[in-house]
């Protein structure tokens, strides 16, 4: 959940009332929110750097406040002290309009080239008319940007926000891409200009800004954003120009969101423009840009107060549902036909996207404390599943046949289920990765025998015999299956000593089927006959047969696998199917 950090009196200053922190908390808790923390930036940093770095530092107290992921409204002050004024009933939610230039002229325009459409291909844009600043405001406004892009923006990959001081540049706008040397400007509070190239160089070593270079990097045209006389705003999702940085005098803000989501741009750009148009001298509107702007629809819902009685647990009217929900900035009413409401959904609360959104909202004010408990009316009785309660069983008992188990990873390298065990990767049925961030985790393992000779190769300075097993899933390609593979539990096991223990992995099989009731035999039992598996040694493998079925292997591995596998002494194995004994 992200953690939104206010000065305690600058909040309760715009909330019109003092609370205790006691007080403070239970309102948060009302409103579906926690307060995390009670803190301020001196407690910060002696905390994390010592009281040398602290000195000096702010005791001004900070309430650390945790909203919920989807509620992009509360993630500044203006849109937490909103929420709270109108679920304290204390305050109407705003109406959000757009207006045209006071002036009469035509909206800014914002052309997107075609050039785009290879690296980020969207954009949105408005303009904030006649807004004031104040310190608080402004640190506000940039906060909330650095929120929205660790958040919905998902670290600038999806959208990369810019606002610029309108005064300083003049449109129509241009968003286009070029290759990186054709790119030259002066970027935000830098003496001097470099090419695009100059500046992924330049700021691999800023801690801030190089973890957004990767995105753009490797890409052979930047996107790049112009004013009508060619000044460049901005380079997302980098940097913003020097020119057009915005200042406590800015009056006239001119926002603009790239993207390789345009719904997630929207939604960012109808988050800046809700929050901070109060500031502007006709509250709640702002100027549309022609391009594919933002137009902060209101859509509305119609839903039972039936429907909400039975979901959340209460017995309450419709108009008294329809007044829980406009406590939530839903602002509703009931409609003609009998309970039905009608919900209207304003441009800040993308979150809400289906009934059960509107319903939780309507949970939220009622006040969770105030449900009263009830007894289901359906009673059910949890159940192990048969084949972990099978697992479970054999894992005991192999334990107590003297085996240590051990607990692998589920993925492994390409080589690690082919080539150490001279096999070919095209036949493993191997489910692979996409997109693997090491050589390590390539694909799925589809048997334990990897993981187990990976462990024994960690431990085999341990006193000898090494026996080890691992009960867990494998997964292997199956076009019958709706995902194209399935999950298969098996069982593996190892014997590590100076003589390759045959008879000891011969005996724990006979001791598992004992324990699965299955007596030897060809027909209804199991038996074991030669077979020939390039993982294990030549005139040393067998196939292990269950009323009449293939279920696995056991022998000695193959020296070539021991010493692939950086082990020097011989080694038994056993690797079969649990699942027909369920």
Known sequence: MPTVSVKRDLLFEALGQKYTDEEFDELCFEFGLELDEITSEKEILSREQGDEKAEGASDVVLYKIDVPANRYDLLCLEGLVRGLQVFKEKLEAPRYKRVSPADGGEPQRLVITEETASVRPHAVAAVLRNITFTQERYESFIELQEKLHQNICRKRTLVAIGTHDLDTISGPFTYTAKPPGDIRFKPLNQSKEYTAAELISHYKTDSHLRHYLHIIENEPLYPIIYDNNGIVLSMPPVINGDHSKISLKTKNIFIECTATDQTKAKITLDMIVTMFSEYCDEPFTWVSSYTLCIELAYRTETLSGDFINKRVGINESAESIAQLLTRMCLRSEVSGEGDLIQVEIPPTRADVIHACDIMEDAAIAYGFNNIIRSTPRTYTVANQLPLNKLTELLRQDLTAAGFTEALTFALCSQEDIADKLRKNIVETRAVHISNPKTAEFQVVRTCLLPGLLKTLAANRKMP????????????????????????????????????????????????????????????????????????????????????????????????????????TMPCSAIDMDIEPFL
């Open 464 to 567: 000898l015999p090494l026996k080890l097993f691992e009960i867990s899933d494998v997964v292997l390609k199956d076009e019958t299956k709706d995902v194209g593979a399935r999950n298969n539990r098996r069982l593996c096991a190892v014997y590590y000593n100076k003589s390759p223990g045959f008879e000891v992995i011969h005996g724990l099989l006979d001791r598992v089927m004992q324990l699965l009731d299955v007596k030897p035999g060809r027909n209804q039992g199991y038996h074991i006959q030669a077979a020939e598996d390039s993982t294990f040694f030549p005139g040393r493998c067998a196939e292990i047969f269950s009323c009449g079925k293939s279920i696995g292997h056991l022998g000695v591995l193959h020296p070539d696998v021991i010493s692939r596998s950086e082990l």
